[in-house]
């Protein structure tokens, strides 16, 4: 009986246990997401770490120790990343015959995305460090954890919001499309990448290639164009803010 | 399917490299993205290995974010005392976000291109 509670404590602390904490945790959110017709309100994303913060919070184990199993699948962002680029070549010639389109609404996205944010947090009281820690929410974490430290926020925040606006964008992204009418595969697809960088991409490439091309094309680009923007226009924003 | 995984290393290697001795404001995956894309437009096809490779990763793209996402519990304390006005701006901002580009891109992209459907 010792030796079993012996195993049990090294294993709970082991990479191995929370590697496969993870992968399970997603099994089920997946699981029950495919189970209730997909809906978008069952992100997988939001279940799995619901399920695997509740399962550290239970065991009381600390960030660093669950990271330790659960890096061997954070790694593998990066190269999904690079891997966009497959969708992204398939539909090139769509791209460039809409490269003004994609440019214009890409801009106009990624400036809605800093304003309203700031904007409604500062109607509700959000101290000014709140403020550049949120302002850009919708970029992929590490650009947005650069551009959030450079504007004087936190950018452990920063990184907490942007997965968060991620999932939300997920989630509520296909029903605000239906409603406002937009149909067309290729504004769906910039629409999510604009505003819920790769969590929206990844949901956007389940439905659609076409959207998921586009999302994965947006969300390279307002990483760009807000990295560009919003250390130029901060200025001005606090200034008109008066805070 | 390993040569591929190889190549798709080589080209976010690059990108971190380049992004991060030029301090260019792009993380180094996006930078590497645009050099796979450059390799495809020089082969002028997707090789079925690399897209078996790239399916492999964009199949389940969104476990990867799992981890990152139960960072949220080192900022509970945070979030609670500035659980409204985050809670209501992320909430705004991404609807409005959604439906500005969204709108804007299906106005201004009719035509050539458009292609419809739902979900």
């Known amino acids: 009986m010792d030796s079993l509670q012996d195993t049990w404590v090294y294993l709970s602390a082991s990479p191995l246990f929370h590697l496969t904490l993870t992968l399970a945790a997603f099994q089920l959110a997946s699981a029950l997401f495919e189970k209730m017709g997909r809906n978008p309100l069952l992100n997988p994303v939001l279940g799995a770490v619901l399920v695997v913060v509740a399962v550290l919070v239970l065991t009381e184990t600390d960030y660093g120790t669950y990271f330790e199993g659960a890096q061997f699948v954070h790694f593998l962002l990066g190269p999904a990343t690079v891997a966009l680029a497959v969708p992204l070549y398939r539909q090139w010639q769509r791209v460039r015959r809409s490269a003004l389109a994609i440019a214009v609404s890409l801009l106009a996205g990624s400036l809605t995305a800093i304003l309203s944010a700031v904007l409604v947090a500062w109607l509700l009281g959000g101290s ?67 505003a819920s960088h790769g969590i929206g991409t990844a949901r956007a490439l389940q439905v659609n290639e076409t959207a998921g091309a586009f999302s994965g094309l947006a969300m390279g680009l307002n990483a760009l164009a807000t990295a560009l923007l919003l250390p130029m226009i901060w200025g001005g924003v606090v200034w008109l803010l008066g805070s | 399917m390993l040569g591929y995984l190889t190549l798709i290393l080589v080209c976010q290697l690059a990108g971190e490299f380049i992004t991060g001795a030029l301090m260019l404001p792009v993380p180094g995956p996006v930078l590497g993205m645009v050099f796979l894309l450059v390799f495809l437009m020089l082969r002028g096809h997707v090789p079925e290995r690399l897209d078996q490779t790239a399916d492999g990763l964009l199949r389940s793209m969104s476990l990867l974010f799992v981890p990152a996402g139960t960072g949220v519990i080192l900022h509970f304390q945070l979030l609670g005392e500035a659980l409204l006005p985050l809670g209501l701006a992320l909430v705004v901002s991404t609807l409005v976000t959604i439906a500005v580009t969204g709108l804007l891109m299906q106005w201004l992209g009719t035509g050539e291109g458009a292609e419809k459907g739902d979900g």
């Not at chain 1, 950018?155 to 009418?181: E, H, Q, R, W, Y």
């Open chain 1, 128 to 194: 000014e460090a709140v403020l550049a820690s949120l302002a850009p929410k919708s970029v992929t974490a590490p650009v947005a954890m650069g551009i959030a430290e450079k504007l004087g926020g936190l950018p452990s925040l920063t990184a907490v919001l942007v997965i968060v606006t991620g999932i939300l964008g997920a989630m509520l992204g296909p029903k605000v499309l239906d409603m406002m009418g937009v149909v067309d595969w290729r504004a769906r697809g910039l629409a999510i990448g604009t």
